[in-house]
């Protein structure tokens, strides 16, 4: 038997193992039986496939490295061209492509040394179909390989870090404002933010609106992935050509913008309150505030000092009172392209009980996927055992030793904190289970595609 299955390999997921990096505790984790699988070729995510820039300062993806163990486990990291490229940008915020190629690289590293471990392996192209409980809280996985035979493992402890899912399928069908929806709108001007952060995107992107009567754009929404889009399409479209008022942003709620500190907030103008500050690091809007390129674009909506302002783009408040339901409804009619930026949800799959009942989990309903120790909630908001989520999507609320501004309600989704505070707090919750592990696992899906673990 496993101790830990891991299944999804991007930040999220390595992170509690970069946690443990660091304390010097991985090897011992390992030996205890992991294993970690991913739909993709490598550890690491896609993140190279996006097109914008970072909104992580370069130095932040590289702290782990400062640990002593960390360097041990990831050697081969410390000294690579990536690693040097990030560090020459270690106080600015790079491009997701160098922070793609720094990925490529941490997850060759990590892979190899679970590979070198003796009970630990990485397995790429698989997936996972179902959870099943055992009647002793361990917990079976239907495993797929890319040939498309299907394994079971069994874990004490699994750790569900399949990233996040567009959250616009469902508001396709819900009102925006009394009598409109984008059930009324062609769904093939309709397209998600992280669509449009790729390659391709962006190209479909520009043809669409080069193809429409109109260069008129609609972004729903009001936080990074909607800044962002506005960005793509201001700095990254060079072959549309935008006049005043073309984009605009509709958005619930003025965004929080971030800034290292009270003063450097109010002197840019930008109010501020005690619930804006997070008490750990004194920052404005810490963990939900605007960065990288998004802030820079509202700081020139906003007209700010020493910025250039940038008339192609505008607000606009989106509520009734200020914005009737038939200028909303034109607003959308005469769009080119509607992009929708309305954060994440976590990717989940089936859940079943020890009696192969299906299990409803509250991410599936809309709700927050974890509670403040990551373990996975039901659709009753009960903690479900053994079953941890971690990253993008899961809307973890971060305990109050984490710091963070007690106004913050959007999504975490922070390599930082994966790495440390979220990241010790699925290792510690695994802990005492591996501490009292004393056996070492052995198992292979090479050699036949069959895997014999229970």
Not at 17 to 43: E, F, P
Not at 78 to 89: G, I, K
Not at 108 to 119: K, P
Request: charged share 20%.
């Amino acid at each position: 038997m496993l101790e830990t299955l891991i299944f999804g390999a991007g930040p999220g997921g390595t992170g509690p193992l970069v946690w443990a990096a660091q304390i010097g505790a991985l090897k011992s984790w390992l030996s205890a039986g992991v294993m970690v699988v991913d739909r993709g070729d490598a550890i690491g995510g896609a993140i190279g496939d996006y097109i914008i820039n970072s909104d992580t300062l370069g130095g932040v993806y590289l702290e782990f490295l400062g640990s002593r163990s960390a360097r041990e486990v990831f050697e081969p990291l410390v000294d690579d061209p990536t690693t040097r490229e990030l560090e020459r940008m270690r106080h600015e915020y790079p491009p997701l492509s160098a922070v793609g190629r720094y990925f490529e690289r941490f997850g060759t590293a990590l892979a190899q040394f679970l590979a070198d471990s003796d009970g630990a392996e990485f397995v790429p192209r698989t997936s996972v179909r179902t959870l099943s409980y055992r009647p002793d809280g361990t917990l079976t996985a239907e495993i797929a390989e890319a040939s498309g035979n299907t394994t079971n493992v069994t874990a004490k402890s699994v750790i569900m870090a399949l990233g996040g899912r567009h959250d616009w399928v469902p508001p396709r069908n819900r009102e925006i404002l009394p009598g409109v929806s984008l059930a009324d709108c062609p769904v093939d001007k309709v397209m998600p933010s992280g669509l449009l952060f790729t390659a391709e995107g962006r190209q479909r992107a520009a043809a669409l609106i080069g193809a429409a009567p109109s260069r008129r754009v609609v972004i729903l929404g009001g936080s990074h992935s909607a800044f962002s889009a506005a960005v793509v399409m201001t700095a990254q479209m060079p072959e549309v050509t935008f006049g005043p008022g073309d984009i605009r942003i509709l958005l619930r709620r003025e965004p929080p913008v971030f800034y290292e500190n009270r003063e450097a907030a109010e002197t840019d103008g930008y109010p501020v309150s005690s619930a804006d500050i997070c008490p750990r690091t004194l920052r404005v809007n810490r963990l939900g505030g605007l960065r990288s390129d998004g802030r820079d674009l509202w700081r020139r909506l906003k007209r700010r000092q020493g910025t250039e302002p940038e008339d192609r783009v505008v607000l606009t408040a989106l509520h009734e009172s200020v914005l009737p339901p038939a200028i909303l409804r034109q607003y959308l009619d005469d769009a080119a392209l509607i992009v929708t930026a309305f954060g994440y949800r976590a990717r989940t799959v089936p859940v079943f009980d020890a009696d192969g009942r299906r299990i409803a989990l509250s991410a599936d309903r809309g709700g927050s996927a974890v509670d403040p120790d990551a373990r996975v909630f039901d659709a009753g908001g009960k903690p479900l055992a053994n079953l941890f989520g971690i990253g993008l999507g899961t809307n973890y609320r971060p305990l109050a030793s984490m710091g963070g501004e007690a106004s913050f309600t959007g999504q975490l989704n922070s390599l930082w904190l994966y790495q440390n505070d979220v990241g010790r707090v699925v290792y510690q919750g695994i802990g005492p289970s591996i501490r009292q592990s004393g056996h070492r696992a052995s198992r292979s899906l090479r050699g036949g595609g069959k895997l014999a673990v229970v």
